[in-house]
Nanobody, 122 residues
Framework: VQLQASGGGLVQAGGSLRLSCASS????????LGWFRQAPGKERELLAT????????YYADSVKGRFTIYRDNAKSTVYLQMNNLKPEDTAVYSC????????????????WGQGTQVTVSS
């Protein structure tokens, strides 16, 4: 499945952004999806996952309560709503797809979209 992320940008601390990741594949609903980020000098971090139906989600502690992952299978798109953004959220954000039922790390994901930069100013 091919993925393309968008929606990044510059926002002030406390602000919100919504990232989108659209797929051109016809089997989008067969995949679980995840959002990752990587800041300069840091390891890639798994932020959130959503299962094929959207009924099951996972969040890293660093974003729990602030970020929401959801999907629209009719539009073949997964979203990451980011609220109350902090300067430490500054990173390149990427989406990825997997056939794994309970993905736990980047190694579980086989298809990746290009990243989108999110910069949060203080």
């Amino acid at each position: 499945v091919q993925l393309q992320a968008s929606g990044g940008g510059l926002v002030q601390a406390g602000g919100s952004l919504r990232l989108s990741c659209a797929s051109s594949g016809r089997t989008f609903s067969s995949y679980a999806l995840g959002w990752f980020r990587q800041a300069p000098g840091k390891e890639r971090e798994l932020l959130a996952t959503v299962n094929w139906s959207g009924g099951s989600t996972y969040y890293a502690d660093s974003v729990k309560g602030r970020f929401t992952i959801y999907r629209d299978n009719a539009k073949s798109t997964v979203y990451l709503q980011m609220n109350n953004l902090k300067p430490e959220d500054t990173a390149v954000y990427s989406c990825a797809a997997t056939v794994a039922i309970r993905p736990h790390s980047a190694a579980d994901f086989g298809s990746w979209g290009q990243g989108t930069q999110v910069t949060v100013s203080s």
